[in-house]
């Protein structure tokens, strides 16, 4: 029965139950997460203590319950290997759901730059900006920046996002060969070395770190080795 009504919880959006708790299974309740609140409630020998629990403390404490649980209805929570959507987690889900704060609003300021000088420190970057987008929006981004780069670059693509990729540099107009494998195979560093040897000084080199619509991840080590060794 938990197990139904914790997946319940969570199909509505649920973060908190309120229970009366029998006072001969205190013990039970508290195991499982219940915290104890306010007076006793009822009289002579049925007397219930008011407890609650959020859901994140009920899946941490009753997680081998829940796991175990014969209720043929009940279902874990899917893991998706997907590359996306990606499955986001509920304290950001709540976070969404609060009230917005103004960007003219003095916290927000702080917050904003606080979080530019956090992501600073995790990158080891002079400067950060922020902008609202998706994947292709950072793709421009730095297709906007390559664009004030002379010289020549290379593009290479063994996935879905390679070819995003020098679809980009075609629309920023940038100077550029393309190196391309067949889709789910690793970049081949020889093939790339023989191309960066043939550009007279290559300015640039742009992939796809992380090929996610096949799962290949390019050796970004490597790839930087080549480029240190070509300047």
């Known amino acids: 029965m938990l197990a139904l009504l914790w997946q319940h ?3 509505k959006g649920y973060d908190l139950a309120i229970i009366s708790g029998t006072m001969r299974q205190l013990r039970l309740y508290q195991h499982l997460g219940f915290v104890p609140f306010g007076p006793l409630v009822g009289t002579g020998d049925a007397q219930f203590q008011p407890m609650y629990v959020t859901l994140e403390t009920f899946e941490v404490t009753a997680r081998e319950f829940l796991r175990s649980s014969p209720a043929k209805s009940f279902q874990p929570s899917a893991v998706n290997f997907l590359p996306g ?6 304290e950001v889900r709540r976070a969404f759901e609060q009230a917005p704060e103004s960007h003219r609003a003095e916290s927000f300021k702080q917050e904003f730059q606080a979080t530019k000088r956090i992501l600073c420190e995790l990158t080891n970057a002079a400067n950060v900006e922020l902008l609202l987008g998706s ?10 920046q390559l664009s004030l780069i002379p010289g020549q670059g290379i593009v290479l693509s063994n996935g879905e996002f390679g070819d995003r990729l020098i679809d980009a540099a075609r629309r920023f107009k940038l100077r ?3 190196v391309e494998f067949a889709w789910g195979t690793p970049l081949d560093l020889e093939v790339v070395r023989k191309q960066l040897a043939r550009v007279t000084a290559p300015a640039w080199l742009w992939c796809a770190h ?3 619509s096949t799962g290949v991840v ?3 080590t490597a790839l930087k080795a080549l480029c240190s060794e070509y300047g």
């Open 9 to 11: 919880g969570v199909e």
């Open 218 to 220: 390019n050796d970004l």
């Open 135 to 144: 994947g292709t929006l950072a793709n421009d981004v730095i297709g906007a």
């Open 176 to 178: 550029f060969d393309t």
């Open 210 to 212: 992380c090929e996610t």
């Open 85 to 90: 959507p990606v499955t986001v987690r509920r």
